[in-house]
């Protein structure tokens, strides 16, 4: 299984691979680092930066940041097209700029070249930045996204749940309760959630104590077994 841990900028990827890596010992675990910006936090088997560094693209092609990190997407392709990579769990770690990963095609293209039938995305949320029912539609939003613009399904996972918590089932009925397009919103996202068949019920996990990491294993091979049977 390959496993793309994506997420807005410090929802706690790179932390997750380092856990859930941990957590999968005794399996054949490969963690891969395509995030050219940052180095790894765990023992990357292939780390992108040893051939793409975001800092010497911004100096290379004089550019400012965001537009480093397309670059270095873009310039990071051919070398994935070489990747070889054997396991039973292949991790991959993606650039902190979640946005600019889905948006630019060079995203979209890396999971391409990487994926199987059996890839899904692991989409981290942060659970102390959901304050209210509408961040809350939103990040499900968010995650309609990422399996629409990368074609893997994808679980929504809320991490730092030793910080914060979140009452999934109050916050929906707020939403329900609210006046205007809101609770529509919601019941058609509950319906082409339902339709396409994905798991997408949220997961509280810490990656401190990997609480919730059953759960995330469980989920993961749900999405290729409509048996249910997680061994
Ligand atoms: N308490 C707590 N802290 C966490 C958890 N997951 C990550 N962190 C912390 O959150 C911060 C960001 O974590 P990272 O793993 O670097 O997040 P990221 O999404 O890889 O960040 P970028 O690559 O910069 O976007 C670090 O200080 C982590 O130690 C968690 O489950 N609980
Ligand atoms: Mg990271």
């Given at each position: 299984m390959e496993l793309f841990v994506l997420g807005p900028a410090g929802s706690g990827k790179s932390t997750f691979v380092k856990a859930f890596s941990e957590y999968l010992e005794g399996c054949n675990v490969k963690c891969i680092n395509l995030d050219p910006a940052t180095p790894p936090i765990y023992?990357?088997?292939?780390?992108?930066?040893?051939?793409?560094?975001?800092?010497?693209?911004?100096?290379?092609?004089?550019?400012?940041?965001?537009?480093?990190?397309?670059?270095?997407?873009?310039?990071?392709?051919?070398?994935?097209?070489?990747?070889?990579?054997?396991?039973?769990?292949?991790?991959?770690?993606?650039?902190?700029?979640?946005?600019?990963?889905?948006?630019?095609?060079?995203?979209?293209?890396?999971?391409?070249?990487?994926?199987?039938?059996?890839?899904?995305?692991?989409?981290?949320?942060?659970?102390?930045?959901?304050?209210?029912?509408?961040?809350?539609?939103?990040?499900?939003?968010?995650?309609?996204?990422?399996?629409?613009?990368?074609?893997?399904?994808?679980?929504?996972?809320?991490?730092?749940?030793?910080l914060a918590s979140i009452d999934i089932e109050k916050l929906k009925h707020e939403i329900m309760e609210k006046p205007g397009v809101l609770p529509e919103l919601l019941e058609k996202t509950i319906e082409f959630i339902e339709y396409t068949n994905i798991p997408q019920r949220p997961i509280m996990i810490s990656n401190i104590s990997k609480k919730g990491f059953d759960e995330v294993l469980s989920a993961i091979n749900e999405l290729f077994c409509s048996c249910g049977d997680i061994s």
């Open positions: 023992k990357a088997d292939i780390d992108i930066r040893r051939y793409i560094k975001t800092e010497e693209v911004m100096d290379r092609y004089k550019l400012g940041i965001n537009s480093a990190l397309i670059k270095s997407i873009e310039l990071s392709i051919p070398f994935i097209k070489n990747f070889k990579i054997m396991g039973d769990y292949i991790l991959y770690d993606t650039p902190g700029q979640m946005e600019l990963f889905l948006s630019s095609r060079y995203g979209r293209e890396t999971v391409d070249l990487l994926k199987t039938d059996t890839t899904a995305g692991v989409f981290l949320i942060d659970t102390t930045t959901i304050q209210d029912a509408e961040s809350f539609l939103s990040t499900i939003m968010e995650n309609v996204i990422v399996t629409l613009r990368l074609h893997i399904p994808s679980l929504t996972v809320f991490t730092k749940s030793d």
